[in-house]
Nanobody, 120 residues
Framework: QVQLVESGGGLVQAGGSLRLSCVAS????????MVWYRQAPGKQRELVAS???????NYADSVKGRFTISRDNAKNTVYLQINSLKVEDTAVYYC??????????????WGQGTQVTVSS
């Protein structure tokens, strides 16, 4: 069994910062891509940022320059540093990871989400 658990969300004023964390635990042999998504009320889930096992990153245009994704492979953890928060960043943020539990195949896992609310 593999679990992803996010933390770090909360209520913050516009212009503030948050650091989200997502820890993968359980039967883990290796992790390839790790991704942050978000879903605002009434909107589709969207990819925010991703990072490969080798550290290559990719960002949605809407967050470039404000969000930074990073990972600690030794801790099976991915982070999302969010700066200069805007009201429109309000959403549930989800962690997604592709994890090999020893079968040689990478399965897709999701966390339960962490709420980020930005007030004006």
């Amino acid at each position: 069994q593999v679990q992803l658990v996010e933390s770090g969300g909360g209520l913050v004023q516009a212009g503030g910062s948050l650091r989200l964390s997502c820890v993968a635990s359980g039967s883990i042999f290796s992790i390839s891509g790790m991704v942050w998504y978000r879903q605002a009320p009434g909107k589709q889930r969207e990819l925010v940022a991703s990072v490969t096992a080798g550290g290559r990153t990719n960002y949605a245009d809407s967050v470039k320059g404000r969000f930074t994704i990073s990972r600690d492979n030794a801790k099976n953890t991915v982070y999302l540093q969010i700066n200069s928060l805007k009201v429109e960043d309000t959403a549930v943020y989800y962690c997604n990871a592709f994890i090999n539990s020893g079968s040689g195949y990478y399965d897709d896992y999701w966390g339960q989400g962490t709420q980020v609310t930005v007030s004006s």
